[in-house]
């Protein structure tokens, strides 16, 4: 999928947004089974929509960038973790089994 990029850094995160106002950031477990299952969600609703911007971190090897979330957002960490933000801003978020593909179309809808 073209719209779901991998992101490490803050200055990958900065670059991979220029040119959108609105996109998805999901904080991804590799070890955690309730992580794959939001995971699936996740790329469910990408696939989906391939006019949004979708970016993922894995946090047991981008935990700088996580921990440079949580300060930027004023979210406290979890994983899994999903943000939509507008202009920067984090607008919606879910952690956990709440992240759903159906509780995202309901927020863009």
Do not use: G
Request: charged share 20%; glycine share 0%.
């Amino acid at each position: 999928m073209d719209n779901l990029i991998r992101v490490q850094s803050l200055e990958e995160l900065k670059q991979a947004t220029a040119d959108t106002q609105h996109f998805w950031l999901f904080k991804h477990s590799s070890t955690c089974p309730v992580s794959a299952a939001a995971w699936n969600e996740f790329n469910e609703y990408a696939s989906l929509h391939p006019n949004q911007k979708f970016l993922f971190l894995v946090v047991q090897e981008d935990r700088q960038l996580s921990n440079e979330i949580e300060r930027i957002t004023e979210v406290k960490h979890e994983s899994p973790q999903l943000f939509h933000f507008a202009s920067m801003q984090v607008d919606w978020h879910e952690s956990h089994d709440n992240i759903k593909s159906k509780a995202m179309q309901a927020f863009i809808a």
